[in-house]
């Protein structure tokens, strides 16, 4: 199993355009989220899906979109890029049999916006 | 959520064992305790997780405290490898499902 990837690795964006930051697991979990990182901090829930057509809010989701169509998908959107959302990106997911808490995070999108 | 207190830093010797103490006073009777790393440059990792007893797995042992209010991680015997950012995460699932909420954790330096 790959387990969780994030693709790119490294995005440079400019004030103002979007983009999309992927993430794929190959492990059939039911549970995905997305967590934003800034320096020196603990990771911050951006938005969590329980399972494919099922998407939440967690605590900073402004400025940013989900869907997921599929159990293996989970795109981050970024609609409009601002200097504040540079941070690293982690994407998760996690097996129903553990309840939600232990997770696989993939290795991360590091986002610069200038 | 249940606060959490956490030593910003330790410092050990390879080789040697490592006691990672973590606070959590307000802790509801439900939550489990759940610690995970994060190596340099690296997403998160999970470790271990209990409820009430100790626990034991390949990488570490978890010990909690008959109150629940605090717990401890042990790391047997440190590796150059071990070093890494410890969180210790109060985990209530249900309604909170999957929420897991990251502090500042403990940086972990381990000397060879």
């Known amino acids: 199993n790959a387990g969780v990837t994030q693709t790119p690795k490294f995005q440079v964006l400019k004030t103002g355009q979007s983009m999309t930051l992927q993430c794929a697991q190959d492990?059939?979990?039911?549970?995905m989220s997305w967590y934003r990182q800034d320096p020196g901090m603990g990771l911050r829930l951006i938005h969590y899906?329980?399972?494919?057509?099922?998407?939440d809010q967690g605590e900073v989701p402004n400025g940013y979109n989900v869907s997921r169509s599929t159990t293996e998908d989970f795109p981050l959107r970024l609609l409009s890029a601002a200097p504040s959302q540079t941070s690293v990106y982690f994407c998760a997911s996690s097996p129903e049999t553990s309840g939600g808490g232990k997770q696989y995070f993939g290795p991360g999108t590091r986002l610069t916006v200038t | 959520d249940a606060k959490t207190t956490q030593p910003n830093s330790m410092e050990s010797n390879e080789e040697e064992p490592v006691h990672l103490p973590c606070n959590h006073s307000t802790i509801s009777g439900t939550d489990y305790i759940h610690w995970y790393r994060q190596l340099p440059s690296q997403g998160p990792e999970y470790v271990i997780h209990g409820l009430t007893s100790n626990v034991n797995n390949r990488m570490a042992s978890l010990a909690i405290a008959e109150d629940r209010k605090s717990s401890t991680l042990i790391l047997h015997r440190a590796t150059l490898r071990d070093a890494a950012v410890y969180y210790c995460?109060?985990?209530?699932?249900?309604?909170?499902?999957?929420?897991?909420?990251f502090g500042q954790g403990t940086i972990l330096t381990v000397h060879p």
């Open positions: 899906s329980v399972g494919a057509g099922i998407t």
């Open positions: 492990m059939n979990h039911e549970y």
């Open positions: 995460i109060p985990y209530a699932g249900g309604t909170s499902y999957g929420k897991l909420t």
